[in-house]
């Protein structure tokens, strides 16, 4: 009895986390989508909660936004909550929107994170295009704060669908993300030397890309003879047939922990 | 052919008249189409070998590209080139720009956006370099952007925004005054702490008598970027002011080591010598000036390793700088009121109580704004001059009440013959005789720094916004842009795919500029 006791008081917290989140989408779903939009994302009357986009992901903190939900915004459309729903539902709410917000990192998945980084490394051969800490390949985007970037689905998706886009999933974004797509691109100069790799940037004049042997090139378009962009990506999405479960499984714990939460800011400057 | 092999390319249709001896004058680290550290080289110079631009053929430049930092404000920061990209720092964000089309490369963004003032970087080995917010030093894959190491600072103190230096396979940085400012090294393979050099004294240091034993307030802010001398193994840097900055009854004596100009051994960050350029400072001039240029030249007919230091307080000093000797200076502003001169040790000769700030607000020139700040001067081998942003007029320095250590401000005097006027000037180091002098339209504050060309360009750019152009030997304007904000950041220069670029930070952008593709360079060579 004693040893199930313990069992169920550490299953408990997660599962009702869950529960909760599900209630909150529930909730959310009858009373906020109409201003705010389907996932917090941005509606006709409201702004965004959730979003790359807006200032609102980011610069309130949960405790803010729980203060707004039960007590409004005077002087806007934003009313208050806490006398039309109970106190469980708007910490539904909350979860539900903090869910959304939250990263790979707030949300990783269970699993070996040591058999997965020997996943990383060896079998899963990510490495032939990825780095973290320095250590890879820099062909493809540093994976060392990934988990940071991007949430769960975003991270999954990449390993096993090929519709899959780098950019675009919900995560947290920089500012004004760059346009590295990362397609492969084949490009052939005016004296005849053909280079593979992948794109970084391009604009009517120039282009920007990785080689395959990891050097950035940069070219005036007048030097190119042909810029031909290969369809399809060269990142493999078949992960999960390529690998064990356990491995995949396991290289999903380890990837959902790549990252790093900055401190809080200290001093000034001159 | 990758980028580097066409900036090869390129560099080979040059005038190769540079860059071959290391010495002094042209010490590295960056090679000649390059910018890798904050002043471009060691000796801080900011004497570009680069020829293809020239006072005949300046008045075509053109902005070639622009990139907007979203988020930030009022930049001060100096960008550095490597192979064609450009690196652009902040505290928390790096943008790697692609120095042709101005085209991102990548961007790193470490949570939260900061608009601190952060006024540049290093490349080296492969890495770029920035502090955090949160007390954190980081190394970027200078390819990717992707963190190569992250560590704690050393003592758990915010990074000032100075941007990492690279020396001697070290990098330096600082902190500021409060409690105290220091230097420290790291290892920029492993992000590893060297060492760390005090500004201010501990009670058991001799110093400490300088301060008649109050350094609660601390002091001695390393907020900017010296110079390495590898002849003597030796950064040569500036301190900050004493703190309280405007009060020093509290604290007798001379406060060392703030306002000095430091020689720390780059191998041990043990001090090699000093020299104070404001003993017990009461104005907040600091000895931080973007000035602490190595020169290499004859002076009364001995060639003599210098430095040329033009400083906050309106002295200039020129000291040998293997021992910190001083050996002649000048006043290079015509309003000064706080001192007659200096004396044959390079003091300052206060006049009366020097200016001291009080209740019912004493005049001070220059004001504490300074007669220069941290834009950088210039130093030219071909002319030998010492170019530089000087700012005429005063300041009233207010205290609120007569207690000892009460609180202070400043503002700009209100009197129209003593308003802050900004000039451009040229000046003979070794007689400190003025060449000729600029007087800028508007401006009126910190202005931009500058920088001079092998081909007789002084880079000058005002600090209303006017990217502008000068003939270094005449002062006479050839060019010039309204690139919309203010200026208060440095210029470079670079080469790419033969081609000859200026950059510099214009408020939330950066501004490239270089010759129309179709116009022929110097001498009708690319």
Known sequence: ?????????????????????????????????????????????????????????????????????????????????????????????????????????????????????????????????????????????????????????????????????????????????????????????????????????QDAWSVQFTGMDGKLYSFDRAQLRSVTIKPGGIMPTDYDKRLSADEFKDLLAFLTRQGMRPGPSSGGGE | MGLKHIALAGLMLLPVSVGAQPSINNPGPSAPGDWTIYPGSYNSQRHSPLKQITPANAHLLQVKWVHHISGSRELEMTPVVKDGVMYIA??????????????????????????????????????????????????????????????????????????????????????????????????????????????????????????????????????????????????????????????????????????????????????????????????????????????????????????????????????????????????????????????????????????????????TCPSTAGATNWPSATYSPVTGWLYFHAVEGCGVNFRSSITPGAGTSYIESPDEQHRWVSHIRAMDPLTGKRMWDLTEVRSNHYGPGLMSTASGLLFAPEHFGQAAMLDARTGKRLWHFNTGDYITASPITYILDGRQYFAIASGTNIFTFGLPDAAPAAGGKP
């Open chain 1, 1 to 201: 009895m004693r040893a199930l006791a313990i069992l169920i008081f550490i299953a408990t917290p997660a599962l009702a986390q869950q529960q909760q989140v599900t209630q909150g989408k529930a909730l959310y779903d009858q009373h906020c989508t109409a201003c705010h939009g389907a996932n917090a994302g941005a509606g006709e009357r409201a702004p965004a909660i959730v979003s790359a986009a807006t200032s609102m992901r980011g610069a309130r903190s949960d405790a803010q936004l729980m203060a707004i939900i039960r007590n409004g915004i005077p002087g806007t459309a934003m009313p208050a909550w806490n006398n039309r729903l109970s106190d469980s539902d708007i910490a539904s709410i909350g979860a539900f929107i903090r869910a959304l917000r939250g990263t790979a990192l707030d949300n990783p998945l269970p699993g070996d994170v040591a058999h997965g980084e020997a996943v990383f490394w060896g079998k899963g051969q990510c490495a032939t295009c990825h780095a973290i800490s320095g250590r890879g390949s820099v062909i493809g985007p540093d994976l060392g704060n990934i988990a940071a970037d991007r949430k769960v689905t975003a991270i999954s998706d990449a390993l096993t669908k090929p519709e899959h886009r780098v950019y675009g999933d919900g995560g947290v974004h920089l500012p004004a993300p760059p346009p590295m797509d990362y397609e492969p691109v084949h490009v052939v100069t005016k004296n005849g030397l053909a280079i593979d790799g992948v794109m970084r940037n």
């Open chain 2, 90 to 363: 902040q505290y928390n964000r790096v943008d790697a720009i692609d120095a042709r089309s101005g085209n991102v490369i990548w961007r790193y963004q470490r949570p939260p956006a900061s608009t601190a003032a952060y006024r540049g970087t290093s490349v080296y080995d492969n890495k770029v370099f920035i502090a955090t917010t949160d007390a954190h030093l980081v190394a970027l894959d200078a390819r990717s952007g992707g963190v190569v190491w992250d560590v704690a600072v050393d003592g758990g103190r915010r990074l000032s925004g100075m941007g990492p230096f690279l020396a001697k396979d070290k990098l330096i940085v600082g902190v500021l005054d409060q409690p105290d400012g220091y230097i420290q090294a790291y290892d920029p393979k492993t992000g590893k702490h060297l060492w760390t050099w005090h500004a201010i004294p501990r009670p058991e240091d001799p110093e400490y008598k300088s301060w008649s034993g109050n350094t609660k307030e601390g002091g001695g802010a390393i907020w900017m970027s010296g110079s390495f001398d590898p002849e003597q193994n030796a950064i040569i840097w500036g301190t900050g002011q004493p703190n309280p900055p405007y009060s020093n009854e509290v604290r007798e004596g001379d406060n060392l080591y703030s306002d000095s100009i430091v020689a720390i051994d780059v191998d041990t960050g043990k001090l090699k010598w000093h020299f104070q350029t404001t003993p017990h400072d009461q104005h907040d001039w600091d000895a931080t000036s973007g000035s602490q240029v190595l020169v290499d030249t004859n002076y009364q007919g001995k060639p003599r390793k210098l430095l040329l230091h033009a400083d906050r307080n309106g002295f200039f000093y020129m000291l040998d700088r293997s021992n910190g000797k001083f050996l002649r200076g000048n006043s290079f502003i015509d309003d000064m009121n706080w001192a007659s001169g200096l004396s044959p040790e390079g003091r300052p000769i206060l006049l009366g109580d020097g200016a001291k700030p009080s209740v019912k607000g004493t005049l």
